[in-house]
């Protein structure tokens, strides 16, 4: 794992879309692992500004989300379907044909959980899987003591997830109790995981899950297995961090992360 530190949101945002934008250009087909949340609406902003502005082709590109609330449809504007459309898929190149999320309406969501495990290695995997944080550690909806290995399934909501995104709602006794979501063990398949966290907010549960012991009761301290992860934070997320000399001598030095500077 890698921990970059970037002075702001914004340039922490930045970066992460130089990745992206690095790695759709490379492989114009990709399979790119997409997440929702107040963070990522930024960073899908700098994306749509890159399409308009340096002609980032997402044309051939495959989406994966990694959730979606049971019981709200597409058109329902607090869906995470609605999210995507909105703040991404209708404002770039994107075929909606190729964008993916579970589906909160099914009839079975068990079914529907193995049908998207089971589309996402039809499609040969997931290239890069972005990754936003929640203040229980989660990821996607993966709350405290999800399995390390689990799959896509339907997970209960705790009650600090339901606190911190029930504000979202527009009446907050309409968000869902449960949700889809990939498990952590889909999660770790990706070929390289990138998480996105921006705010002071989020330092505690960053220390927990860089630097704290790996426990289902994080489980973004999963990530500490991946091969290939990297942690991007703007200085505020990084304040609870200690090896932080480390992480921004990396940054600074290491052939890899030049091209970024
Ligand atoms: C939701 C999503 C998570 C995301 C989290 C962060 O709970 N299911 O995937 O990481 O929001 O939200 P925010 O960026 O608003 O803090």
Known sequence: MECIIRPDAQSAGNLVARIIAEDLRAKPDMVLGLATGRTMESLYQILVDMHKKEKLDFSLCRTFNLDEYVGLSASDTQSYRYYMNHHLFKRVNIDLRNTHLPDGMAADPDAESRRYDESIAAAGGIDLQLLGIGRTGHLGFNEPLSALKSRTRVKALSPI????????????????????????????????????????????????????????MVSASALQWHPKCTVVVDEAAASKLTETDYYRWIFANEPEWKRFQ
């Open 161 to 216: 997830t339901m606190a911190q995104n029930g504000p979202l709602f527009d009446d907050p006794k309409r968000m869902p109790h449960r949700a889809i979501t990939m498990g952590i063990g889909t999660i770790l398949e990706a070929r390289r995981c990138i998480l996105l966290a921006t705010g002071e907010e989020k330092a505690a549960i960053i220390a927990k899950a860089i630097e704290g012991p790996i426990t289902a």
